[in-house]
């Protein structure tokens, strides 16, 4: 398990967590400001129910390793304080609740790259224009120690919105790299969420990775990002 690459995603986080606790979890990672993180187990034995914060996603690996000591202990004294100490130092990420119904800015168009022109093409070629969502650049994040890790695209299914990270807006982020990571995002928007007969919702299914492979640039893209001088740059 590679921690410094980017999660894209909750489903690595889970499967981090699985190995390092031995337990099977279910994991749902919610934008809740009022419970951060709880664990309950879920009937069968060895098996557990985590709701955490999204903040966790930002985790560093010796968090993400006393969460998972915490998941299986949740009395642990030691890990109960990193977390706690981890959960202080994030306060920044805890939406405000009087923010609730914000309005969120949309705006595609950035100074290299345009986003609306790589979905339209993206939907034609790969969706036969079927897919209806909303895309924009994402805001960029208040930084206040190095960046570790980046995530590059997210898909909100209740907003039905694309968000790309603005560092990819420089110009030596390639045009087919971006393309990559739209459709990526678009082909969430496209399957929707699944749910496996556990009840886990699923994020990359059999399909998705299938589908993803499938697209022409796929290995193209995949180079680019795993080159380490280029996560560095977009790190910097
Ligand atoms: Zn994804």
Redesign the pocket.
Known sequence: MQLELPW??SAALQEMLEEESGLSIALTVTDNSRNLLSVKPDGAPERVVVRMHHMFLAADTKTLRALAEWIRRPKAQRSGELLDAFIRANRHRIRPQARRPRTIRVCSRGRCHDLQKLYDEVNQQHFDGQIQAHITWGQMPQQRRRRRSIRFGSYNHELNLIRIHPLLDQDFVPEFFVRYIVF??ML?AFLGISESSSGRRQ??TREFRTREKAYPEYARALAWQEKSANLTRLLK
Do not use: G, K, S
């Open positions: 894209n995603d990526h995002e969430h994020i990359h």
